[in-house]
């Protein structure tokens, strides 16, 4: 167990519709990155946040957003939701002044 | 343009037969090299920090070796449970981790 905690672990919806994933970070990281994985690429950079500020984007497309709360805990969303998006998104987050990612268990998003 | 490349794709090991997975990247800053084990729909889970040429760390029958240009995760007498996506990934100074493809190790009993 990472300590990352993400929900929900399944997600299934249809086109056109909004979702959000949520992810708490391992107590006292301050830095949370999301990461989409899809069967045929490997784990892809999408945001990171580090104490409610976002520091750096990926190719996080423009239907996505995100955000980090006060008490750390971060929610991805996901709007207008095409066919392909459906993959595995991960959150993960970093101790202070490092760069190792402890990695959550993922929401597996499917659109129908 | 950053980027990690892994080799093979997949490897194929009876039990006990030792072999070495590679991690190559493009040279710049090194802000650290990081491996993880990926088990099917579960999350990557953290192995290594390598930070120098010359590095070594060791977990049970695994040894993750670094180079200026590449590294190495080596496997000794590897167990079936050893099964699993081995994943590489470089901070090339950016904020964040960017990952290799991955190599799909199985090992046969």
């Known amino acids: 167990d990472s300590g990352v905690t993400q929900t929900p672990k399944h997600l299934i919806t249809a086109t056109g519709q909004r979702v959000t994933l949520r992810c708490s970070p391992r107590?006292?990281?301050?830095?949370v990155y999301w990461y989409q994985q899809s069967l045929d690429q490997g784990l892809q950079f999408l945001i990171h946040y580090y104490n409610g500020e976002e520091r750096a984007k990926g190719n996080i497309l423009e239907r996505f957003s995100a955000q980090q709360f006060p008490d750390l805990h971060s929610e991805l969303n996901l709007s207008s939701l095409e066919l392909g998006d459906s993959a595995l998104y991960f959150c993960a987050s970093s101790p202070e002044g490092r760069s190792e990612a402890f990695f959550g268990q993922g929401t597996r998003l499917t659109v129908v | 343009e950053d980027q990690v490349t892994q080799s093979p794709e997949a490897l194929r090991l009876q039990e006990g037969e030792s072999s070495s997975l590679n991690c190559s990247y493009t040279v710049s800053g090194l802000r650290g090299l990081f491996w993880y084990r990926q088990d099917p729909g579960k999350g990557p889970e953290f192995l290594f920090t390598l930070y120098s040429a010359g590095e070594e760390k060791e977990k049970e029958r695994l040894k993750a070796t670094l180079t200026k240009k590449e590294s190495f995760l080596h496997i000794t007498a590897p167990k079936p449970e050893d099964s699993a996506t081995y994943l590489c990934?470089?901070?090339?100074?950016?904020?964040?981790?960017?990952f290799g493809t991955g190599t799909r190790l199985t090992i046969i009993p």
């Open positions: 990934a470089r901070n090339f100074g950016n904020e964040k981790l960017t």
């Open positions: 107590s006292g990281d301050l830095s």
